[in-house]
Structures are given as C-alpha cells and as structure tokens.
C-alpha cells in the first residue's frame, strides 16, 4: 500500500506536467479559423489537441490515463483526461482555454486560485461540477460525467471535430490563450485578456484582427505561419 506522502507526490507531478502544457501548448481555434487540419499536436489547438497531447504524454511514461468526455452548458462537446494515482480518479482539464492547472479529485470537492481565478468542483451523484469564479462572477463551467464515453467514441469524436455540423464556444470568433512567464492571456476577438496572480486585469481592446499573425507574434511569441505550414505537410 502506498503512503499518503506517495499520492501527494504524485499529483504534484503530474500537475507540473499540467503547468508545462498551458505554458508551452496554447489553447487556439487557428485551424477552425484556418480551415486547417493539424498534423502534429505541438502547436496546441482545441480541447481535443491539447487533450490528445497530454493523454500521450502520460501514457508514455507509465502512468494510467484515459481519455473522459464532458459536457459544456448541456452539450458533450469537451474532452479531458482522467487519471489513475494509487487507485483514485483524478481529472485534468488541460484543454480548457482557461488555465485549469490542478487535477481535480473524483471523491472530494476542492477550491484554489491562479491568476486571480477561482476553481471550485462540487460533487453530484452522476457527475463532478466544475464551477469558475472570474471578474467576480460565478458560473457552471465544466459538467464531468463519472461514466465517460469510452475511448472509441471520444476518438471518433476528434476525428470529426471539423465537421461543419459541430458547435462549439469559439464558433463564432478568435480564441487564443497561454499562460506567458507569469501571467495568463486570453486573446477574445479584439480583445486581449491579461491575468496576474495578484487579481489584477488588464483589456487591450481594437486590436487589427486582419493582423492576427502579428498580434499572437507579439503577446504570445508564437508563429502562426509555422504552424499552418505545419499543417500543409
């Protein structure tokens, strides 16, 4: 039986891993802007890309992973990762475009704060319910069915994500978001989100959307060229 010491570690590690992908991975809808379908999962993209990465990534080095289904406002539109540590579930949603950097238990209900967001999960007889806390306002943001979908199904899932039929949050405008040193953008049509650990946020507002290459160059250092190039190999 492990000790309690092993399962914190654990977690711990995994969360860096976590960490790692919102800083290195963003969240984007470039190739549904594009009409671009990615070859690799290094420049990030939707849920689906960002989850695909992880799952990989755990599964490559030997820690239990699945791939788990959930519901945004009503509809199973969302993937994520859950997790087996010393027989516990635990469900990292790195493909959120928020930064949702700690493993949320199965079995208990947690809060934290970053970057002046607030998680909170509450647990439902059918379901853990991810609640954000941002601007001072508080909202459903993630329904995790503790029956998922299983692995086939999410894959085909993916696969189809382009499907024109598909309606997803980011339909209708630019998403693009990062945890950049140590802040958190949120790139929303115009609009450049700037969230500090210290609560503080910053609007940067009538960007050139006919220059979106130069504007996710210049906030988020990141070459928009490179990655359609990418997708055209």
């Known amino acids: 039986m492990k000790s309690a010491d092993s399962n914190f570690t654990q977690v711990k590690y995994v969360e860096s891993l976590m960490l790692e992908k919102f800083k290195t991975e963003p969240f984007h809808n470039l190739y549904f802007f594009y009409k671009q379908i990615p070859k690799t999962l290094k420049f990030g993209g939707t849920c689906s890309d960002k989850t695909l990465s992880f799952f990989y990534k755990l599964s490559e080095i030997g820690i239990e992973a699945h791939l788990h289904s959930a519901f945004i406002k009503n509809k199973e539109i969302h993937r994520m990762v859950s997790v087996i540590i010393d027989g516990k579930t635990y469900y990292?949603?790195?493909?959120?475009?928020?930064?949702?950097?700690?493993?949320?238990?199965?079995?208990?209900?947690?809060?934290?704060?970053?970057?002046?967001?607030?998680?909170?999960?509450?647990?439902?007889?059918?379901?853990?319910?991810?609640?954000?806390?941002?601007?001072?306002?508080?909202?459903?943001?993630?329904?995790?069915?503790?029956?998922?979908?299983?692995?086939?199904?999410?894959?085909?899932?993916?696969?189809?994500?382009?499907?024109?039929k598909n309606v997803y949050p980011f339909s209708r405008g630019i998403r693009f978001s990062q945890i950049i040193h140590e802040n958190f953008l949120f790139l929303r049509d115009d609009t450049l989100y700037i969230y500090t650990n210290n609560s503080d946020v910053t609007e940067i507002s009538g960007l050139d959307q006919n220059n979106l290459p130069a504007i996710i160059k210049q906030y988020f250092n990141f070459d928009v060229g490179k990655m359609l190039k990418s997708s055209q190999i």
């Open 92 to 164: 990292a949603d790195v493909g959120n475009g928020w930064p949702s950097i700690k493993l949320f238990p199965e079995d208990y209900e947690i809060e934290y704060t970053c970057y002046g967001l607030i998680y909170s999960t509450v647990i439902n007889e059918k379901s853990l319910d991810i609640y954000l806390t941002r601007n001072g306002q508080k909202y459903l943001s993630v329904v995790i069915p503790f029956r998922s979908r299983n692995h086939e199904d999410i894959m085909d899932d993916i696969k189809n994500r382009f499907d024109e």
